[in-house]
């Protein structure tokens, strides 16, 4: 266990999707606000004390990154395989109902289900097992990685969830040859990681598919080459794509969380080899349907996990490519204000006016 001291975070979408999508606001209705989460699931600081110490941390004062807890932690999964580790499986699927099963996922984040948190004695429950709008957290071993101290926390803590899910999406999963041609749905933070890992493999053709036209100029500096708004067409996406693609991309990112987005990325791959990748976060009750021979044809449907990257084992590599400037974190950041300015970032965000907005919690 360790106590990091938060310096830096960001708003990312998932903290207000996830109570829309996933039940959280559901929950809240039901419990009323007794029942008090501490959101945000990403950050960048120094930790400041270690309980239980381990080899990787086992001193104050390192710089280190957190993020949702990975394989390497500890998972009944083989950790060569996947970064999901099981208590997020949980967390996603299973969204608790009482106290108890509060209790039970606790235990499975920290191994007891005593709260890690409280305000004037309640408990302050952590959002998947990280909870980072604080100046300090408690987090699990499983959730840190240490990182290069040289690397400054305001700039790469955006690392620790959408930018590195996006990059590790087109470089580790989808995996585009050079001169291929590729398809981003959505074009937010996460997508235009994806776009950046295309342009990266060296993909001739980026296609950015996106419902805000304002996203369109800024993605052309993440190598999107040719945009399409699916409201400017009387067909489906993925026929127009396949069109004006001779049958179809090599690959596909999607990177919305909206079914039909998922289902237009599958069908608009082509024949034989073609591949998309689902990145998304859906609706708890939505259905992926897509007729048969679409599999039979030889395309291929993957999903992915923070871009198959293990947080604790793969993230200070990923720091270290901006580190050695081959990737620019800086195009990411449009925004940046103070924790007590947090509303301001809500604003940014809901009118698709920025990607990532930088919260100071030393400001």
Known sequence: MGVPQVLATFLALGELTNFLRLGFLRYWQRHGFCSLILLQHSLDGGVDDVIAPTQELSSVGLHVTATVMCASARSSTSTAQTAIYDTFIFALTDMVETERERERETRA????????????????????????????????????????????????????????????????????????????????????????????????????????????????????????????????????????????????????????AMISAFECVHDGWGVAVLVGVPNKDDSFKTHPVNLLNERTLKGTFFGNYKPRSDLPSVVEKYMNKELEVEKFITHEVPFAEINKAFEYMLSGDGLRCIIRMDA
Do not use: W
């Open 109 to 260: 984040e920290f191994g007891t289900s005593s709260c890690r948190i409280r305000h004037e004695g309640k408990p302050v429950y952590h959002f998947v097992g990280t909870s980072t709008f604080s100046e300090y957290t408690v987090v699990h071993v499983g959730c840190v990685a240490k990182i290069n101290p040289a690397a400054p926390l305001d700039k790469v803590c955006v690392l620790s969830c959408g930018i590195s899910t996006g990059l590790g999406a087109t470089l580790n999963v989808a995996k585009p040859s050079k001169g291929s041609s590729v398809a981003i749905f959505g074009l937010g933070a996460v997508g235009l990681a994806a776009a950046e890992g295309a342009r990266i493999a060296g993909a001739a053709r980026i296609i950015g598919i996106d419902l805000n036209p304002k996203r369109f100029n800024d993605a052309k500096k993440f190598g999107v080459t040719e945009f399409l708004n699916p409201k400017d067409h009387d067909k489906p996406i993925q026929e127009v794509i396949a069109e004006m693609t001779d049958g179809g991309v090599d690959r596909s990112v999607e990177c919305t969380g909206n079914v039909n």
